[in-house]
């Protein structure tokens, strides 16, 4: 739909895995799953389809990751059901190709 809007295509991709990973918020730090939770239940190919979509939108990379932080942080603070697992997947996906991303700006 946005061709030239990268930013559109990844903000969709978190929303679109937040609506199909719904997840209970009983324990929002996931202290009880495995450090790589919930990438390590996403699928070969969904994995792939992730890392192949965030090469093609690595001009907004940082704002993304500034996004998926800011807006499940905010989204912590709201009444438990909402799943958040979407943003916690892209962050992760972000972080594994790309470390830097989370220590480039820590001033912010």
């Not at 919930?38 to 704002?63: D, H, M, N």
Request: aromatic share 10%; hydrophobic share 35%; net charge neutral.
């Amino acid at each position: 739909v946005f061709p030239e809007n990268p930013s559109v295509w990844v903000k969709d991709l978190a929303g679109y895995r937040n609506y199909k990973l719904q997840a209970p918020q009983s324990d929002p730090v996931l202290s009880q799953h495995p450090h790589d939770y919930p990438y390590s239940l996403a699928s070969k190919e969904l994995r792939s389809i992730i890392r192949t979509l965030l090469g093609r939108a690595s001009g907004v990379l940082e704002l993304f990751f500034d996004h998926c932080i800011y807006t499940m942080l905010q989204e912590l603070d709201k009444a438990p059901g909402e799943s958040l697992h979407g943003y916690r997947i892209c962050i992760q996906a972000l972080l594994l190709d790309r470390p830097r991303i989370a220590t480039t700006n820590l001033g912010k």
